[in-house]
């Protein structure tokens, strides 16, 4: 399919974000060996662009939503590993809607992809690159979907995974799928920013292939996200795209989808990213309020525990993201994000807790006049609701406003009665 559209021959390179330097397609060095700076891909340029393009990517006959625009993503793959994921759907809940006070929201559930958040996205890409590459095993750190992807990705590879999560803070479902698909769990005592430094020297000094969204082919995957929503919306721009932040690596994807799509003539103004981060997890929401002066770090506390990151990786290339489309960046607090997961849930959509935040961020904008309700919003929900159980029966145990727990009754027919009399 690429020969339809691309630029004969010539390969993918990956650029240095902070001193330019180019390096091959095929090396595996999670950094710039010059500068140290975080590696970008650069694609030869499609022959098609605009309507054909669109065309080329609609037509196309690939079973994953990624690998449909190969061509733009990793046009040198000949044989993938690929579950196949992505083609997620986008819904409109006029429940949500209501909740976060504007007219036009839709919801596009990552939540669906094969593992059952958008990380499946960039793996595919991630796995497929360090096969060709001949990496002998696969490496992250992981509050616990970049673990349960790489592992899944790394079986259908054949090649050993090696993942570190932090010990107390990975929820149930997806320290289950780390080890039931076969990675090796190292549970470290330390955080998910100890457990990354851990990875990156594995990284470095074993020679272990490192997947973590400071990897360049996982922002190529999950660029997907926004082409294939927009595609879904006919190439009509809404006016917001909102997201959950942790590492900020899918920040750093959506920023370059966009560039790379308005480049490219397959939209013609961009939406504004809305980055929303948990309070008590929100370095970069800090320094947003600063105009980015400086880098912050703080230490991580939330109950969203996917974007329990207190020092993000991805922080250049998210800042860029937010410059190139007059983002905003704001935090809610876990008070808010259960309070909107509980509405998202019980629209029948359902989220883990840091998906929620994306809609608790557009509540907030909305309550301060930053968003208008006549505004058209597309919030990202990154992960499925079976993710993280524990969240879930905590909340509705509770007494919360929107509490649903289970009655216990005796196995007689008057109990039913007189608790649907009760509704
Ligand atoms: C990874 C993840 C995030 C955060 O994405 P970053 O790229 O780390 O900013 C948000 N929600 C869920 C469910 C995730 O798995
Ligand atoms: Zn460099």
């Known amino acids: 399919m690429s020969d339809l559209f691309l630029a004969a021959g010539a ?14 397609e095929l090396s595996t060095a999670a950094e710039c060996a010059d500068c140290g700076g975080l590696l970008l891909v650069t694609h030869a340029r499609p022959v098609a662009t605009g ?4 065309i080329a990517l609609a037509s196309s006959a690939e079973a994953s939503g990624v690998w449909r625009h190969r061509a733009l993503v990793m046009p040198g793959a ?15 809940r006029a429940r949500v809607s209501e909740y976060a006070g504007v007219a036009q929201l839709q919801l596009k559930h990552e939540g669906m992809n094969p593992t059952g958040s958008f990380k499946d996205r960039g793996m595919t890409v991630a796995v497929t690159h ?3 590459a001949g990496a002998r095993a696969v490496a992250c750190a992981s509050t616990g979907n970049t673990a349960a992807s790489l592992a899944a990705y790394a079986a259908q590879a054949g090649i050993p995974a090696l993942v570190f999560v932090p010990k107390g803070n990975i929820s149930a479902g997806k320290l289950a799928q780390a080890m039931a698909y076969g990675a090796t769990t190292l549970m470290v005592n330390g955080d998910f920013d ?31 996200i926004v082409w294939e929503l927009l595609a879904q919306l006919d190439w009509n721009t809404p006016d917001w795209i909102a997201l959950p932040a942790g590492a900020l690596g899918n920040t750093s994807a959506f920023g370059k989808a966009l560039r790379e799509a308005l480049a490219l003539g397959l939209i013609n103004r961009l939406p504004r990213l809305l980055v929303v981060q948990a309070e008590g997890a929100a370095p970069f929401a800090r320094a947003f309020d600063a105009d980015f002066a400086k880098r912050v770090t703080v230490r991580a506390e939330t109950v969203a525990t996917a974007i329990r990151i207190g020092d993000p990786a991805s922080w250049d290339r998210a800042v860029r993201a937010i410059r190139e489309t007059n983002g905003v960046v704001t935090s809610v607090t876990d008070a808010e994000i259960l309070d909107a997961k509980a509405v998202i849930d019980a629209s029948g959509v359902g989220c ?7 809609v608790a961020g557009v509540r907030s904008m909305v309550a301060r006049g930053l968003i208008a309700a006549s505004e058209q919003v ?4 990154t992960g499925h609701v079976l993710k993280d ?10 007494g919360a406003t929107r509490a649903n727990p289970p009655l216990e009754i005796e196995p007689r027919l008057s109990d039913v009665e007189r608790i649907l009399g009760r509704r």
């Open 11 to 24: 390969p993918s390179l990956q650029c240095c974000d902070r001193c330019g330097a180019s390096w091959p």
């Open 51 to 54: 309507d054909a393009l669109k």
């Open 78 to 92: 000949d044989q993938v590993v690929s579950w196949p994921e992505g083609n997620t759907p986008l819904v409109d």
């Open 130 to 132: 360090a096969v060709r």
């Open 194 to 224: 100890a457990c990354l430094a851990l990875a990156r020297s594995a990284s470095a000094e074993l020679g272990v292939y490192l997947a973590n969204s400071l990897n360049p082919w996982r922002l190529e995957g999950q660029k997907t």
């Open 352 to 358: 883990e807790p840091a998906s929620a935040a994306s």
């Open 378 to 381: 597309v919030c990202v929900l």
């Open 389 to 398: 159980p524990d969240a879930v029966n905590s909340y509705h145990a509770d």
